[in-house]
């Protein structure tokens, strides 16, 4: 067990509206990672972060913002849904010395 | 930027045969780190195996087993024996190993459907 949870673990919301999921980590890893996970498509990186209050932008950040304001907690908020944002969505935290992901059961949020 | 390919969308097999899925990726780095994760049903992502990019020796677990030919940017996992849990997605994933700069990020591939046939 890593000890990192998601919440919610669904969610349907409808466009426009403000959204964040919550990656939640008992370990104390400084590396916390949000994917976003769609077919043909694999897992594609959206926002990443190496510390407390230090994020930085993955591939497809444009929609989304991130905070950590404390090490065990990673937000990935989405200001304004929009249909293309539905999707599945994962956390993971990574292990310094061994470089291993592990990650969360998944957040799938849908967008109407 | 990394790039990880893996050209095989869907494979099927019989149970108790082996499989091979292949993975080629495209970097200028040098140290690296490469992982096979497999995603059941249940959706959860799970490591099946790793390789440093310094260790010339295949990584091996088990029944998976993998071919690293680092000149050639190839990484391809093979499974023996394969057993009808085997059934998921398979993706190959590449991570520039950068302890100073922070920047060490998974880059995943497709994926590759696999399933086992009774």
């Known amino acids: 067990d890593a000890g990192i949870t998601q919440s919610p673990r669904h969610k349907v919301t409808e466009t426009g509206t403000p959204v964040t999921l919550r990656c939640h980590q008992t370990e104390n890893h400084r590396y916390m990672y949000w994917y976003r996970q769609d077919p043909g498509h694999g897992l594609r990186l959206i926002h990443y972060?190496?510390?407390?209050?230090?994020?930085d932008k993955g591939e497809v950040s444009d929609g989304y913002s991130v905070s950590r304001s404390k090490t065990e907690d990673f937000l990935l908020t989405l200001e304004s849904a929009t249909s293309s944002q539905t999707s599945v969505y994962f956390c993971?935290?990574?292990?310094?010395?061994?470089?291993?992901?592990?990650f969360g059961e998944g957040s799938r949020l849908t967008v109407l | 930027a990394q790039t990880v390919t893996q050209s095989q969308p869907e494979m099927s097999v019989q149970e108790a045969e082996t499989v091979t899925l292949s993975c080629t990726y495209d970097?200028?780095?040098?140290?690296?780190?490469l992982f096979w994760y497999k995603q059941p049903p249940s959706r959860q992502m799970i490591l099946v195996i790793r390789q440093e990019a310094y260790k010339q020796q295949n990584a091996t677990e088990n029944r998976f087993s993998v071919n690293f030919q680092k000149a050639a940017k190839s990484f391809s996992l093979k499974i023996s024996d394969s057993q009808l849990g085997d059934t998921a997605m398979y993706f190959c994933?590449?991570?520039?190993?950068?302890?100073?700069?922070?920047?060490?990020?998974?880059?995943f591939g497709t994926g590759t459907r696999l399933t086992i046939i009774p």
């Open positions: 994933a590449f991570m520039k190993h950068d302890h100073d700069f922070g920047n060490e990020k998974l880059t």
């Open positions: 970097t200028s780095e040098n140290n690296y780190y």
């Open positions: 972060s190496y510390g407390v209050k230090d994020t």
């Open positions: 993971a935290i990574r292990e310094e010395n061994t470089g291993e992901l592990f």
